[in-house]
């Protein structure tokens, strides 16, 4: 299978992306390759133009800033899943990311990319929802932020204007002895998330201080399960307790059928990962 | 509009004018006339294409020719040494790791990789590694006992040359 035709320039900075990306009205930005390649080759998409941005080494890093960590949107997921600073600072997004796709597709693929294409049953996407991350973006008028939770819109649709480069990814640190769990349910390794539930939980004597929960693959977007959230605000760190929050999971959501699962499949085996993550997250 | 690319593919310098939608894998195969690394999903999920670039196994199905140039670039025809197999293929040989042989060539490159990420590979770890390659024949059993024994020996040879 061969993409359609198609014009080609290679951006040597993120600003010359964003000057190509103006000049043709369906340009995309091409970095690894992994989500807009295998779409072009069943010619799903048909950009006339590709802004290569794949060589922008600057935009391929893993550093702390303070309270953060920033992650360049260019750095490789194979990279990520086992970097120490991330390990450190925010193992979930690291262990999220070697949940992507195989040790191939991870070599090249991005995280940013990954969040760039807004597929709501991408993994990244959801940790970084449950994060509460924040995404700089580049484009015509300057640099902006932002967060996670306003920038994921509808199924491949994102905050990003037809001009904006995606430059980084912002991710608060965990607070040491934060507990998580990523609970990827999928029927073959290289599959994405039939759905996926991230977790993220601090403890105070006993009880919940703070819980972030997040889904994949429940809705048009990465969803943050408030009903879960709610109930589990002050409740007590018991197995009980965690397994009456996540029956709150599908509240809010809007889950698909499709060939892996019909709607009601998802809505129950949501829950279940919710409390799967939950027990999983505490035990940590 | 054709883009001028160059690259070194086993060792061997090409340039090459590309159309820009050429995926890797048919310039491998069909301008450098290196087809043993084969096609086989066209969809990024059963690794028969997988080839090292700059040592990262990479599926060449999945990435342009231009976004190769510049790089340095191994198919399985630059694994053999002076007509002596590579270690990997040779484990292969030796422990029966194929029966159509068709997915062979893209085990091997994705065995290279793993095996330079981490020489102390447990059968779980090569399991896990290989989730990117399919064998159709379920030959999955000798190819991992044959990458086992690959990096068993690519380690002692370490040791060795070490000393």
Redesign the interface.
């Known amino acids: 299978?061969?993409?359609?035709?198609?014009?080609?320039e290679?951006a040597e900075s993120v600003d010359q992306a964003v000057q190509l990306l103006g000049e043709h009205e369906d340009a995309k930005l091409?970095a690894g390759?992994?989500s807009l390649?295998?779409l072009?080759?069943l010619r799903l998409a048909r950009p006339s133009l590709?802004v290569?941005i794949?060589r922008l080494s600057d935009l391929e890093y893993v550093r702390e800033a303070g309270d953060t960590i920033e992650i360049g949107a260019l750095a490789r997921m194979?990279d990520l899943a086992t970097d120490q600073t991330l390990w450190k600072h925010c193992p979930l997004l690291a262990h999220v990311c070697g949940e992507v796709?195989?040790?191939?597709?991870r070599?090249?693929a991005t995280i940013g990319g990954s969040v760039a294409h807004g597929d709501p049953a991408s993994d990244p996407p959801t940790a970084l929802l449950t994060l509460d991350a924040v995404l700089v973006v580049r484009g015509p008028s300057g640099e902006r932020t932002v967060p996670a939770k306003s920038f994921f819109t509808s199924v491949f649709e994102t905050d990003l204007g037809p001009q904006d480069v995606l430059t980084a990814v912002r991710v608060p640190k965990l607070a040491s002895g934060t507990g998580w769990s990523y609970q990827k349910f999928h029927r073959r390794?290289?599959d994405w998330a039939i759905v996926g539930v991230a977790a993220v939980v601090e403890r105070d004597d006993g009880h919940l201080k703070r819980a972030a929960v997040g889904l994949t693959n429940m809705g048009s977007t990465p969803l943050r399960a408030s009903g879960v959230e709610s109930a589990l605000a002050g409740a007590e760190a018991a197995p009980q307790a965690l397994a009456a929050a996540a029956e709150h999971a599908p509240e809010g959501t809007a889950p698909v059928s499709d060939t892996n699962a019909s709607a009601e499949y998802r809505t129950e085996l949501s829950k279940i990962l919710v409390r799967r993550a939950l027990e999983e997250a505490l035990a940590r | 509009m054709l883009r001028h690319i160059s690259l070194t593919v086993n060792g061997t310098r090409h340039d090459a004018d590309v159309e820009p939608r050429q995926l890797l894998v048919y310039f491998i195969r069909e301008t450098l006339g290196l087809t043993g690394t084969n096609v086989g999903c066209d969809t990024s999920t059963c690794g028969a294409c997988t080839v090292l670039i700059d040592g990262r196994s990479v599926k060449s199905c999945t990435m342009l020719a231009v976004q190769a140039d510049g790089r340095d670039i191994t198919t399985i025809e630059g694994m053999a040494r002076n007509g002596d197999l590579h270690p990997i293929q040779r484990a292969f040989h030796e422990n029966h790791g194929l029966q159509c042989g068709y997915c062979t060539p893209g085990m091997i490159m994705a065995a290279a990789s793993l095996i330079e990420e981490n020489p102390q590979l447990s059968e779980e770890s090569v399991r896990m590694g290989l989730e990117g390659n399919l064998c159709r024949c379920t030959g999955y059993q000798n190819i991992v006992k044959a990458i086992l024994a690959a990096a068993e020996e690519i380690r002692s040879s370490a040791r060795v040359s070490s000393r």
């Not at chain 1, 299978?1 to 080609?8: D, V, W």
């Not at chain 1, 796709?101 to 597709?105: A, I, K, S, Y």
């Open positions: 299978m061969i993409p359609a035709a198609f014009e080609y290679r091409l390759g992994h390649l295998p072009m080759r590709l290569d794949d194979s796709g195989d040790p191939q597709v070599h090249r390794a290289i």
